[in-house]
């Protein structure tokens, strides 16, 4: 099983002009992973998959698991093997992260990272589903809904792509939560750690999926990227 390449499905520029199909099962996503971070169709919440599980953080910020035939626009997967590479405590998650592109990766490769403990404090978002025919970005950037938690134990997963690859992916680190109880997550804005192990997995390479079937897709203009920096802040 390929352990240094993830999967992709979709782009983030779909998105950011209202692609927003779900092109994919959760069962056939989970071919090429049993570890990830998407959105299902229609901006359908934030997923986070750990552990060959599937959940959803929805509009309420609960987790709720997902069946085998929900519908995800995009996605990164791959197959855990993670390496423990630090305990650390009482840190912000940003500079956790950036410590771990300073001293141990660098910025030019593809890498996730999985941090589980306890987190002082969670800043998240999710989403409330739009359904066809979708309203405009910015209208779905309405729809978000933002949690503060504090104390929670949980486990975060994020992935760092090069800045190159901004609007193929999320340039830099795109982050998901979900705590133990499944109670708290989704895309998480801010964080401090309290106290957590943190795992490291480096990529080589990965696949890009693109959703050959969807006519939508097919007929869609993507050239223009200039609204891209800003809809992958506030949307996805
Ligand atoms: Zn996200």
């Given at each position: 099983m390929e352990k240094n390449s993830?999967?992709?499905?979709?782009?983030?520029?779909?998105?950011?002009e209202g692609l927003l199909d779900g092109t994919i099962t959760l069962k056939e996503l989970m071919i090429h992973g049993d570890t990830g971070i998407g959105?299902?169709?229609?901006?359908?919440?934030?997923?986070?998959?750990?552990?060959?599980?599937?959940?959803?953080?929805?509009?309420k910020g609960e987790g709720i698991p997902l069946e085998n035939a929900f519908?995800?626009?995009?996605?990164?997967?791959?197959?855990?093997?993670y390496e423990k590479i630090d305990n650390v405590s009482s840190i912000e998650l940003s500079k956790c992260l950036e410590e771990i592109k300073k001293r141990i990766v660098g910025t030019n490769?593809?890498?996730?990272?999985k941090i589980h403990g306890r987190f002082e404090v969670?800043?998240?978002?999710?989403?409330?589903?739009?359904?066809?025919p979708?309203?405009?970005?910015?209208?779905?950037?309405?729809?978000?809904?933002?949690?503060?938690?504090?104390?929670?134990?949980?486990?975060l997963l994020?992935?760092?792509?090069?800045?190159?690859?901004?609007?193929?992916?999320?340039?830099?680190?795109?982050?998901?939560?979900?705590?133990?109880?499944?109670?708290?997550?989704?895309?998480v804005i801010f964080s401090k750690i309290k106290h957590a192990s943190v795992y490291l997995q480096k990529f080589a390479s990965f696949t890009q999926n693109t959703p050959i079937q969807n006519i939508d897709y097919l007929n869609a203009d993507l050239s223009d990227i200039s609204k891209l920096d800003n809809i992958i802040k506030n949307v996805e």
């Open positions: 993830f999967f992709q499905q979709g782009t983030m520029q779909m998105l950011s959105t299902g169709e229609g901006i359908d919440g934030e997923l986070i998959i750990l552990n060959g599980k599937g959940f959803k953080v929805n509009h519908k995800i626009t995009f996605a990164d997967v791959h197959f855990e093997n490769i593809f890498f996730s990272v969670i800043h998240t978002r999710s989403s409330k589903k739009s359904n066809k979708y309203p405009g970005i910015e209208k779905i950037a309405n729809n978000q809904v933002e949690f503060y938690s504090k104390d929670v134990t949980g486990t994020s992935y760092y792509s090069p800045s190159l690859y901004q609007g193929i992916t999320v340039a830099g680190f795109h982050s998901h939560f979900i705590s133990d109880d499944y109670t708290v997550g989704g895309h």
